[in-house]
């Protein structure tokens, strides 16, 4: 059964940081793995999607990169912002699954201060 | 543009009362997604449906029915509700692919309390 983990479950750091969040999961077949982001009280938005056959993908101070064979992937901030606090989650795609589910992991909660 | 619209956004249910929750989506999606989201556990799924017509049973079903009521709508309905279904619920949408390669999109959420 695929299980998916970040660690930690809270970070905090002053701005202007650089910062790394991690994500492992146990199970390498995998179609993709995305990273979204979710603000207290809101819905999950989409950072960025990492297909299987894909090493990185990156959007403005934000870079995820995936290693399939070892089941991990981290999503990097530069340059951290006090509205980079949030809550960030992976989630992974099963290989063997038809309708494009997810599976999460918990969460980590970054809070960035000024 | 409305994305993904879940309602309601709050709700107080006592035991055993029902409920239907509603999602539309404005993006011409093919696929929809019912998860649940508890402290501690993340997101789990309940429901989906790969296409209009469509519906399975995800990670945590029981308890729970799902209609697709055309392309845009997918509900979810709580026959019975018990105090284990507090949790916020979230709709989601994307375009099902075959190479899975579009994100979901997600609405702000119903927060729903069983007393």
């Known amino acids: 059964k695929q299980e998916v983990t970040q660690i930690p479950a809270a970070l905090s750091v002053p701005e202007g940081e650089n910062l790394v969040l991690n994500c492992s999961f146990t199970?390498?077949?995998?179609?993709?793995l995305q990273w979204f982001r979710q603000d207290p009280g809101k819905g999950l938005t989409s950072l960025l999607l990492?297909?299987?056959?894909?090493r990185e993908q990156t959007s403005g101070r934000l870079n995820a990169s995936l290693d399939k064979s070892s089941g991990r992937s981290t999503l990097y901030i530069a340059a951290s912002q006090p509205g980079d606090s949030a809550t960030y989650l992976c989630a992974v795609t099963p290989f063997y699954n038809q309708g494009g589910k997810l599976i999460f992991g918990q969460g980590t909660e970054l809070s960035v201060k000024p | 543009n409305a994305g993904v619209t879940q309602t309601p956004k709050f709700q107080v249910l006592k035991t055993g009362q029902s409920m239907t929750l509603q999602c539309a989506q404005d993006?011409?999606?093919?696929?929809m997604y019912w998860y649940r989201q508890d402290p501690g556990m993340g997101l789990r799924l309940i429901y989906y449906?790969?296409?209009?017509?469509?519906?399975d049973k995800g990670e945590v079903p029981n308890g729970y029915n799902v209609s697709r009521l055309n392309k845009r709508e997918f509900s979810l309905r709580l026959e019975s509700a018990a105090p284990s279904q507090t949790s916020v619920y979230f709709c989601a949408s994307a375009v099902l692919s075959r190479r899975l390669n579009q994100p979901q999109h997600f609405g702000d959420g119903t927060r729903l309390s069983i007393l």
């Open positions: 449906s790969a296409s209009e017509g469509t519906t």
């Open positions: 993006m011409n999606h093919n696929s």
């Open positions: 990492i297909q299987s056959s894909q």
């Open positions: 199970d390498s077949a995998i179609y993709n």
